[in-house]
């Protein structure tokens, strides 16, 4: 099974920024698909970004464009850069991947084989 793990979740002050980093052991092929989720308390799972390794073409949700970048430097390593963070911005942030066709890999699929245990952020 691919191992996913997140860090550098954290809590910072309304419109300060984070970069989140997700890392795998395993080298994930160039049909994977990427993703960052949130999930705040007593609210569903959002996908906010995703990227299809391959061709590297990024997709960002409404509710954080212009604000959250998706990118990656290694075929191990991928992060989700936030800025402008707001009070809602708040909840627990999981990355996720699964081999994917370059249309379904948007921020509104969910059904990812692989996910990482989540980390915190809080914006106050």
């Known amino acids: 099974d691919v191992q996913l793990v997140e860090s550098w979740g954290g809590s910072v002050q309304a419109g300060g920024s984070l970069r989140l980093t997700c890392t795998t052991a395993d080298r994930l092929h160039d049909d994977f698909c990427w993703g960052w989720f949130r999930q705040a308390p007593g609210k569903e799972r959002e996908g906010v970004a995703s990227?299809?390794?391959?061709?590297?073409?990024t997709y960002t949700a409404d509710s954080v464009k212009g604000r959250f970048t998706i990118s990656r430097d290694a075929k191990t390593m991928w992060y989700l850069q936030m800025n402008s963070l707001k009070p809602e911005d708040t909840a627990s942030y999981y990355c996720a991947a699964n081999k994917l066709s370059n249309r379904n890999c948007r921020p509104g699929y969910t059904d990812y084989d692989y996910w990482g245990q989540g980390t915190q952020v809080t914006v106050s």
């Open positions: 990227m299809y390794s391959s061709s590297r073409t």
